[in-house]
């Protein structure tokens, strides 16, 4: 996993802040670059010639043995909207599946050289142990979200911005890096009501070994989710009754 980190990052770092980049549209409207594309095929050959029985399913080019015992999550970059205007909050999404739940994740900021990777027991960013820091309060939470849009389009937007009206602060530091701010103790809380599964997997054994809960917007298992809220053991139960009056 972490050659994985290396070697794209080695190869997305130099498309980065580029004003040449070319930005396509896929067909669901989401953008994607030479980058994306790139860093993807780099990881599925890297992974087929170290293990040619491990299954790969990635944004950008689909499933490959994806029912295989061990399998392979990529996402390339994640939040090619930042990526693609020079904004550093994105990253690179990795995660190891065991019989269809994720053992491994990875998140690396190629051009920050930032890489957390955790196994649901630990998390360390660049070799150093992390963990959530504590709140206990809405009222005292930095709480962040990708888009600020999508609560009111695919979850109860009335009541999330009831609780963005009661956090201390709101921001959209969001995509995987705001789960890396989360996870090494910056900030207290990330919610994302949309996802996909390329999303999610890497997520869940960075915030569960740094301490954190990690669930779908309401309280569910994540790993078969479409959405995330992500925080603390004290603080998540609050954020999960209150977003679902």
Known sequence: MIELAAQS??????????????????????????????????????????????????????????????????????GTKAFAAACPLFGTLIALMHRGRPVLGAIHQPVLRQLIVGDGRTTTLNGRAVRLRGCARIEDATLLTSDPLNPAKYQ??????????????????????????????????????????????????????????????HGRDPVKADSIVAAGPELHPLLIAALNP
């Open 156 to 217: 109860d937007g009335p009541a999330f911005a009831a609780v963005a009206a009661r956090a201390r602060l709101v921001r959209t530091w969001g995509d995987c890096y705001g789960y890396l701010l989360l996870a090494t103790g910056w900030v207290d809380a990330m919610c994302d009501p949309i996802m996909n599964p390329w999303d999610i997997q890497a997520l869940v054994p960075v915030i569960r070994g740094a301490g954190g809960v990690i669930t779908d917007w």
């Open 9 to 78: 990052g080695d190869f997305i770092r130099p498309f980065f802040a580029q004003p040449g980049l070319a930005v396509e549209f896929k067909d669901d409207a989401s953008p994607v670059t030479q980058a994306d594309r790139g860093a993807e095929e780099l990881m599925r050959a890297m992974i087929a010639q170290r293990y040619p029985a491990h299954g790969i399913v990635g944004e950008e080019f689909g499933d490959v043995n994806h029912e295989a015992e061990f399998s392979w999550v990529l996402d390339p970059i994640d």
